[in-house]
């Protein structure tokens, strides 16, 4: 018997219930499909959105040969049997569509092997990912293909595929449980057929909003630690905090959360925060962010969990400051473009006579000997590149002070 899911599988257009910013006729990927002249493309977005049923409706409409490959399953031995058979059904003047799915989990140089194909005009690929194909798709391959980014699938889209789940089931339910069920599909049209298909095996003694939450209480969460969405929560977390948001921080601290992440992720991403965000603004953000890591490790979840979010919300609130973040990388830079100058003669040691005797060391002036314990005018960079100045401080927290003292080292006062 094959799952619901496959058999409410969508065969053209007309009951394919997402994605009309993609299938409007002015989009070139509908006009394609109109004018019967596919092209390579990658299918970019979440699972359950319709990557697959679009590239098998896209196939029917142009009255390609269809054929199917797992970048999880198959590899190149696969890839080449369907090359062979492209190569008969182009002899009898029919294209071959090329559809493979989770793209991404092909290597480097198995990707390089869709090339050669894709250019002679053998195959059409249309490769389905749920990852960023900017990182996991080669350039070579990403300049012969067109990218088109897939969209959780809203309520009113949902809300269509649950009707035709329970008029094929004869499933009747009431709006709340209706409402609930969508919602609790994360925009996923897969994971809302199955959800109706358990419900409708479970036989559930009534059908109701409250049966229908307790049923639905051990969903699983929208979350993939490895994965594109992964990384989108976690730059919202980072933004928040940047932003001065302890709220907005907390939020998508709880959602990774929930969703399975690891408390350690988000504890060192405050270490960065703290470094790259705040800085001298307040150095405490820094120190208060390894404690709360510390603390994680002490007591573990519960309490853990509870340190990393008193971070959270301190560095959200925190004065902000990325002028050591914005000095250091200047300064990398720099060290990259002068990494053969030498060290200036007063500048180093000399535990050797002869090096005393070639001058070094010569003239330093050791700073704990001076007045206010500052060498005024000594340098401190190699001679060709001369006296630079990286770190601006702002005029927002610690940095108020840490300026002014500044301006009469550099001597500005």
Request: charged content about 25%; glycine content about 6%; overall charge negative.
């Amino acid at each position: 018997m094959k799952p619901l899911a496959e058999t409410l599988r969508p065969k053209d257009l007309q009951d394919f219930c997402a994605q009309t910013h993609l299938l409007n006729d002015a989009h070139p990927l509908k006009q394609a499909i109109n004018n019967k002249q596919l092209h390579s493309m990658i299918l970019w977005g979440p699972s359950g959105v319709g990557k697959t049923t679009l590239a098998r409706i896209m196939c029917a409409q142009v009255e390609g040969y269809f054929v199917q490959l797992s970048a999880v399953l198959d590899g190149v031995k696969e890839l080449r049997a369907v090359i062979e058979n492209a190569k008969k059904y182009q002899n009898i003047g029919q294209s071959t569509i090329l559809f493979v799915d989770e793209i991404h989990r092909f290597n480097k140089a198995q990707q390089d092997a869709f090339l050669p194909h894709i250019e002679s005009g053998l195959i059409t690929l249309i490769g389905a990912t749920t990852e960023n194909p900017s990182f996991e798709l080669n350039r070579a391959l990403l300049s012969r293909a067109s990218v088109y980014v897939l969209e959780a699938l809203d309520e009113t889209g949902l809300m269509q595929i649950l009707q035709r789940c329970m008029v094929h089931l004869n499933l009747t339910l009431d709006q709340d449980s209706q409402e609930k069920i969508v919602v609790s599909s994360s925009g996923d049209a897969r994971r809302l057929i199955n959800i109706v298909e358990k419900i409708d095996q479970a036989k559930l003694a009534q059908l109701d909003a409250q049966s229908i939450s307790q049923f639905l209480q051990d969903k699983v969460s929208n979350f993939d630690k490895g994965g594109d969405i992964f990384y989108q929560q976690l730059s919202a977390f980072h933004k928040s905090v940047r932003g001065s948001s302890p709220d907005g921080a907390l939020y998508w601290m709880a959602r990774m959360l929930v969703g399975g992440c690891d408390p350690k992720t988000i504890a060192r991403r405050l270490l960065a925060i703290a470094s790259e965000d705040i800085g001298n603004a307040d150095p405490r953000a820094l120190e208060i962010s390894l404690n709360a890591w510390d603390v994680y490790d002490r007591l573990g979840d519960k309490e853990g969990n509870r340190a990393i979010a008193q971070a959270a919300v301190y560095c959200a609130i925190a004065p902000k400051s990325n002028a050591l973040y914005k000095a250091f990388n200047q300064a990398m830079t720099e060290a990259h473009e002068t990494h053969d100058l030498p060290v200036p003669k007063h500048l180093c040691n000399a535990p050797t006579g002869l090096m005393s005797d070639l001058g070094y060391g010569q003239d330093y002036r050791y700073a704990h000997d001076e007045a206010d314990g500052i060498s005024h005018g000594q340098t401190y960079f190699p001679e060709a590149l001369g006296e630079s100045s990286y770190y601006q401080p702002t005029d927002r927290g610690l940095e108020i002070k840490i300026a002014e003292k500044l301006r009469k080292i550099r001597g500005k006062l």
